[in-house]
Nanobody, 124 residues
């Protein structure tokens, strides 16, 4: 079983930066698991933000965050971080860390393991 615990959420202002971290236990992320960040704003569906595929460790991003967010992993700590810069009010959401066994997950349904989420609020 894999457990994921997110941290680093908070309240910031437009243009600020925030770093989220996802600590994994049970398996080594990006070696054995593909990992991703999703977010869900009130009244909206959960949407993909950024991901790292296992083994190859390719990174990919949603267009809405490309150039502003950076997804990285630390094998020694077994963590995945999401550095978020130039935050916008529309980035406000609960951010979830997810992990899955597929090499290239295509949708949120391809991720078997989820964290509890961390709230990010960007105020203008």
């Amino acid at each position: 079983q894999v457990q994921l615990v997110e941290s680093g959420g908070g309240v910031v202002q437009v243009g600020d930066s925030l770093r989220l971290s996802c600590a994994a236990s049970g398996r080594t992320v990006t070696t054995n698991l593909s990992v991703a960040w999703f977010r869900q704003a009130p009244g909206k569906e959960r949407e993909f933000v950024a991901g790292i595929t296992k083994i190859v460790r390719g990174t990919y991003y949603d267009d809405s965050v490309k150039g502003r967010f950076t997804n990285s992993s630390d094998a020694a700590k077994n963590t995945v971080d999401l550095q978020m810069n130039s935050l916008k009010s529309e980035d406000t959401a609960v951010y979830y860390c997810a992990a899955g066994t597929k090499l290239v997950p295509l949708t949120h349904k391809d991720y078997e393991f989820w964290g509890q989420g961390t709230q990010v609020t960007v105020s203008s």
